[in-house]
């Protein structure tokens, strides 16, 4: 019975090295990190003019 029992515990550790027995390839620290803005330029946020605003509302 022992030794069935050790064949099935080989099986099952050669089926964990076979899927997990060797560490994945390491990744450059270069590759990890994507620079972007962290806001798309807006051309209507600079075309605000108080002085338009005023004119609308106050007069």
Do not use: H
Not at 17 to 22: N, T
Not at 31 to 54: G, K, S
């Amino acid at each position: 019975m022992q030794s069935q029992e050790k064949t099935v515990a080989d099986s099952d550790e050669a089926g964990r090295r076979a899927r997990f027995g060797s560490l994945p390839e390491r990744i450059r620290l270069e590759d990890t990190i994507e620079e972007r803005p962290a806001v798309a330029p807006d051309p209507a946020r600079d075309a605000y003019n108080a002085d338009e605003w005023l004119v609308r509302t106050c007069l």
